[in-house]
């Protein structure tokens, strides 16, 4: 059993009340027209930048075009093929420190807030964390309109034969991401990139 197995059944066996989820069957989530125009939008106002990708362009030279002056470019997604450091092949996470471009890999998006669905599928799941710079791959056919939608999605069996193939429960870790680190906590001055990337590119990809 992990640690974070044993402290979840401490706090389980601990409970004194238990009260039932609230109906939520009322709630009438937010939907829009243009889903896939929604999420360019959220994600460009969240200080990302979101671009489709005309088919048959190659992922790799729109990405040297992004980032010209990237060294170091971390993936462990096989069709990058200009990726210098591999996240399952490195001996620890802070290995890969230095990174000025990570790229990686989407589920899906959410229209409501520019948020992407990124479950762990490398060995170091700082490369979503610690590069400069992040690129998403991300299918523009799988956004959802909100997170009700979104929730319900990870929470319900996908189909085998859909992206993702696993519900919630069968990832070890996954993350929503919406645009580049941002906080303004202190004097009220937005300061990009104070925990993790300075700067998140979704690339759309067509069918």
Known sequence: MSSKEDILK?????IREQFDM????DIQAITYPDPLMQFMNMTKSVGGNAIEVDKGRDINEIIRELYPDAREIASN???ITIATRNPDKVGRA????????GVIRGVFGVAENGCVWIPQTMKEKAVMFISE????????SEIVNNMHEAYRR?????DSQGPMGKSFSDYGYGTFISGPSKTADIAQV??????AARSATVLLLPE
């Not at 937005?190 to 925990?195: R, W």
Request: glycine share 6%; net charge negative.
């Open 133 to 140: 710079n992040l690129v998403i791959l991300l299918n523009k």
């Open 10 to 14: 401490k706090y389980r066996a601990n």
């Open 77 to 79: 997604l096989p069709e």
């Open 154 to 158: 990870l929470s319900a069996e996908a």
């Open 190 to 195: 937005l300061v990009m990139g104070a925990q």
């Open 22 to 25: 609230p109906d939520l069957s």
């Open 94 to 101: 802070r290995d890969l420190n230095g990174t000025d471009v």
